[in-house]
């Protein structure tokens, strides 16, 4: 860990950013010039290819974000500067020093002996003249501190007495090395290193706080600790169960560490001389009174800002993969809110989302009206010629998934298909401005269930009217900064929005909102202008909305699309301003537009070099060819269904050694939870991912995945399912497994679901796999569930 670097902290913010991405400056300083001037990032990873040589969205998000942080650093120590100069304290040696920091940490480091405080207990002895003592002291321990200490006691300048000196004369000492930039950086770096995180639990909280357990008696390095138990300790720390230190490994009989590197910093050795045990305590008050308690503070909150940055791309990467999950397309679908005594809300959607018709019925107890409800849906299926059924999966989910079963049973002809979908946020949307604006009438029980249909025909376009966070598939997400949290994610949404393109003759406000350049006010514009004047006919139209000018057009066309309008480029993602590009391409080839698109061969062998300028180069040119190939194709994957095993409805129906098919409902750092269609999510430690070594689980699975796990245990008290994806691994044996420290005992991975000390989590090489933990893993805390509301429920009042 460094906190000084000649090089990096002298070169401009575009080339340290170029040297962290490892990219050419050129590339930065024109990305830089483009956010600076507006511009957005998926305009930029789209459009500005040749600007920025092709730098990709992540790339321009990571820019973006460290653009903030060294422009920060700047203005600090711009700040620092001046302070420092103002009271004419500012040596040439210090002003270089402050200007190679390259971290805000080492700039406050250098800044702390110049930062105005309130007198301290040091500057109170300095204004009784106890200086000299110190410097007396620490330049000669030969002198006894007592006798040399007489000579200062004054009743005018309140020095009682010999002890009183001395006391004074050790709080500049202790002020003084405390506040040394070089030894304060050397002794963080060295407990970064070195330091472990102990926890232990307050006696009189073990009882409640049972569900920490696994941090009772805890240690771990603090350079190791994951982001989900560094969280859960902060957790256990803030409900006042566990009691959290860090420090350095003590030796048996030694000093502490800490203190003898202060020792050998300050040149004090304990050779026996008169004043060696006061300044031994010297160093003693130093790191416990003053650099300890600071490093300590600052290491914890870099752990907690490292945890929360590891739980919140957690969160960002399964939204991503969440928001970009195929779509069922544009189909006449029937949902289905389950609910028992207060019935299931039906709602049907056209094919284009919007609202036809609603109903209530009533399939369970008390009513039971099984046959009448599956008349009901059959005739709702008939009269608006329904293709798909969509089925919340929360309360009575699987009991109203059963009888859209014996639907399918009774009426073949129908030709339904159906899919349980995440209720996740819609409770949230039924109740907002959004939905009321929407469906202003319509009672609110019944907006969720047009929001269970809609997201099955595009999750996209419906989660983007929920708040990112409510969408709930994080990781610990209520215990990270609630704006850091919203800004990745709605940063996720707006570049998930502009990959897939937005329809703009349907799109809601909402989703227009996340378009790139647009905001709720223009968004709202357009909605307004189209029903007013019905369908855009062209791109070009958009500048007759009000407020949406030359840079909104420039940032925003490229991401709307027009179908059957009157440019058939409109459909594409080829900006309008390559429009004349395209047309060079026609005129030298000649060919026309219609016979262009869709023709892969000829456009396959066009080469690209043939049509650049001064204006487009090799990148614009190649997306422009292969956009003609499929205009405003979907990136998003094939629509596909999991079927969940007939019989299979509760915890009790599952048993070890069982093969099912389920849906990835979330990703975490230490596994995958999947539905297997119980009202549970299982959990698939990253262990059990794959039967080679997996470091991180997003590069196995995503949410939203179909995929079969096989039954290793569960625990029907504890509501916890143990999964694997290994499914030639041996079934499992009722009792636990056993095996050598290094292939996966059981307490290798306890309740949090951790291997604790990094070990491999796969087999080793040449060996064969370890026998299936049988105890599933889980961290002690609720990880937030992308589909099953019910996960929440079981864990209710954990999470708050």
Not at 37 to 58: C, H, N, Q
Not at 102 to 114: A, G, M
Not at 454 to 468: M, N, S, T, Y
Not at 529 to 534: A, E, I, L, P, T
Request: hydrophobic letters at 40%; proline letters at 6%.
């Amino acid at each position: 860990m460094s906190f000084t670097s000649d090089r990096s902290s002298m070169l401009s913010i575009s080339q340290r950013i170029a040297d962290e991405l490892s990219v050419r400056e050129s590339q930065v300083a024109s990305a830089v010039k483009l956010l600076d001037e507006g511009s957005t990032v998926p305009f930029i990873a789209r459009y500005r290819k040749e600007a920025t040589g092709g730098l990709d969205d992540t790339q321009l998000r990571t820019l973006e974000e460290r653009l903030g942080y060294l422009r920060e650093l700047e203005d600090r120590r711009a700040a620092i500067l001046s302070s420092v100069q103002e009271q004419g304290k500012l040596t040439p040696e210090l002003e270089l020093q402050i200007k190679q920091a390259d971290t805000k940490t080492r700039l406050e480091d250098l800044y702390l002996p110049y930062k105005p405080k309130r007198r301290t207990k040091a500057q109170i002895a300095r204004e009784a003249g106890l200086e000299p003592l110190a410097d007396l002291l620490l330049a000669d321990p030969a002198k006894v501190p007592e006798a040399e200490a007489a000579a200062f006691v004054s009743a005018e300048k309140e020095v009682a007495d010999v002890k009183a000196a001395l006391d004074g004369a050790r709080h500049i000492l202790v002020e003084r090395f405390g506040e040394d930039a070089e030894l304060v950086g050397r002794l963080r770096a060295t407990m970064a290193d070195k330091g472990v995180v102990t926890s232990k639990v307050i006696e009189e909280k073990r009882a409640e706080g049972a569900k920490f357990s696994d941090y009772f008696e805890f240690d771990e390095p603090w350079a190791k600790l994951p982001s989900h138990r560094a969280l859960a300790l902060f957790r256990g720390r803030a409900q006042g169960v566990l009691d959290i230190r860090l420090d350095l490994p003590l030796e048996e009989g030694q000093p502490h560490p800490a203190e003898r590197t202060i020792a050998a910093h300050t040149g004090i050795r304990d050779q026996g001389r008169p004043a060696d045990k006061w300044l031994s305590d010297v160093v003693r008050w130093t790191w416990k009174l003053k650099i300890g308690p600071h490093v300590e503070t600052d290491l914890m909150s870099d752990l907690r800002d490292r945890a929360e940055d590891e739980a919140i791309r957690v969160f960002a990467r399964n939204l991503h993969d969440l928001l970009l999950a195929a779509p069922a397309g544009p189909r006449t679908t029937i949902g289905l809110d389950p609910g028992i005594r207060t019935g299931v809300k039906v709602a049907v959607v056209d094919a284009t989302g919007k609202l036809v018709d609603t109903t209530t019925i009533y399939p369970h107890q008390p009513r039971n009206d099984w046959d009448g409800s599956i008349a009901v849906i059959a005739a709702l299926a008939v009269r608006h010629k329904a293709e798909l059924i969509s089925i919340g999966n929360g309360t009575a989910s699987r009991e109203t998934d059963k009888l859209v079963a014996d639907l399918f049973k009774r009426h073949p002809e129908l030709k339904l298909t159906k899919l349980v979908v995440s209720e996740a946020g819609a409770s949230v949307y039924s109740a907002s401005e959004t939905a009321a604006a929407e469906f202003p009438t319509l009672d609110v029980s019944l907006r969720g269930a047009v929001s269970i249909a809609r997201r099955l025909q595009d999750p996209l376009a419906e989660l983007v009217k929920i708040e990112p966070k409510s969408i709930g598939v994080g990781q610990y997400q209520h215990d990270v900064s609630a704006g850091k949290l919203a800004r990745s994610l709605e940063a996720v949404v707006e570049d998930c929005v502009n990959a897939v393109g937005v329809d703009l003759n349907t799109a809601s406000i909402p989703l227009l909102t996340r378009v790139s350049g647009l905001n709720e006010t223009i968004a709202r514009n357009i909605v307004e202008f189209r029903d007013k004047n019905g369908a855009f006919r062209s791109r070009k139209q958009l500048l007759e909305v009000p407020r949406l000018g030359p840079k909104t057009f420039e940032q925003a066309a490229g991401f709307l699309r027009i179908r059957e309008g009157e440019n058939p480029l409109d459909t594409s993602a080829v900006h309008p301003e390559a429009y004349p590009l395209v047309e060079r391409i026609l005129k030298k080839t000649g060919k026309d537009l219609g016979s262009v698109i869709g023709d892969a061969r000829f456009l396959r062998g066009l080469s690209a070099e043939d049509f650049t300028d001064e204006r487009f180069g090799v990148p614009t040119v190649e997306d422009i060819l292969k956009e003609l190939e499929k205009p405003g194709r979907d990136p998003r994957p094939e629509f596909k269904t999991a079927e969940f095993k007939e019989g299979v409805e509760e915890l009790k129906d599952l048993q070890p050694g069982m093969v099912l098919e389920g849906v990835v409902t979330n990703v975490t750092a230490f596994g995958a939870f999947v539905d297997v269609g119980v009202h549970q999510d299982g959990l698939v430690h990253i262990s059990q991912l794959s039967t080679s070594f997996v470091k991180d689980p997003h590069t196995v699975v995503k949410a939203g995945d179909i995929v079969k796990v096989k039954v290793l245990e569960v625990d029907i008290p504890r509501k916890r399912i143990g999964l694997t994806m290994r499914l030639t691994d041996a079934a499992p044996r009722p009792e636990k497994a056993q095996g050598p420290r290094g292939e996966r005992p059981r307490d290798d991975r306890p309740r949090d679901g951790r291997p604790q000390d990094g070990r491999r989590n796969g087999p080793p090489a040449g060996k064969p796999a370890a026998k299936p933990n049988p105890a599933p893993a889980r961290a002690p805390e609720p990880i937030n569930n992308a589909f099953a509301e019910a996960f929440a429920r079981a864990q209710a009042g954990k999470k708050r």
